[in-house]
């Protein structure tokens, strides 16, 4: 089952902004965790930035005071809003979550998106 869908990203020059959102399903009644990671090729896959239930957030160091995590409680949404980017930042990027089922409020841990890739030209 595919519970999670990143979207935004794309090809972008040095110094400009994407959006990335992460939709969840249907069947999804709320998300109580949120993190988004990136991995670039030939590296493991490291943590960007998390936001709680209470919509506490949390950064990287590499990424703090560029990027900015947020959250759509009704639209069961996530978004990153990426600033200043940089070709490091080059990588595809994956939503993970707790879920809470809608049919019967079971918690579903740990559940990752496909990615959506994210290319920053010098």
């Known amino acids: 089952q595919v519970q999670l869908v990143e979207s935004g990203g794309g090809l972008v020059q040095a110094g400009g902004s994407l959006r990335l959102s992460c939709a969840t399903s249907g069947n999804i009644f709320s998300i109580r965790h949120m993190g988004w990671y990136r991995q670039a090729p030939g590296k493991q896959r490291e943590l960007v930035a998390t936001?709680?239930?209470?919509?506490?957030?949390n950064y990287a160091d590499s990424v703090k005071g560029r990027f900015a995590i947020s959250r759509d409680n009704a639209k069961n949404t996530v978004h990153l809003q990426m600033n200043s980017l940089k070709p490091e930042d080059t990588a595809v990027y994956y939503c993970n979550a707790d879920l809470v089922r809608w049919v019967d409020r079971n918690i579903l841990y740990n559940n990752w998106g496909p990615g959506t890739q994210v290319t920053v030209s010098s």
């Open positions: 936001i709680t239930n209470d919509g506490s957030t």
